[in-house]
């Protein structure tokens, strides 16, 4: 249950952003949904890859290297999804940032309600 309330979390997040960003557009809330799905599968297969891969320049970069990748996971998103786009890089890296940020105020909400 709270795998599926954080994913639809993830969805609200993708759908404010979608609306909050010119560069982005979803369009359902299903399409949110799919979108927050594949982020999570995407996140847990491919980026560890990515970042194994990328080592080197991680480090000599102090990790801001972190944030193209993030962003390139977020254009496969683009690919594989219909009705959900991103502009340009840069645009999905402005995703990125404000996704992670609105995620973790999203979830740290989840967590005041647990207790």
Known sequence: MKLILKLLLNALAV??????????????????TIVA????????????ILVLLTLPVTVVTFGIFLL????FIILIADKLI????????????????????????????LKDDEK
């Open 15 to 32: 759908v404010l952003l979608s609306k909050l960003l010119s560069g982005v557009s979803v369009d359902s809330y299903l399409t949110a």
């Open 68 to 71: 193209f990748i993030n962003a």
């Open 37 to 48: 799905l594949v982020l999570a599968i995407l996140n847990l297969f491919v980026k560890p």
């Open 82 to 109: 219909e009705g959900f786009s991103v502009s340009s890089v840069w645009i999905a890296i402005l995703f990125s940032i404000l996704l992670s940020i609105l995620q973790s105020i999203l979830h740290s909400l």
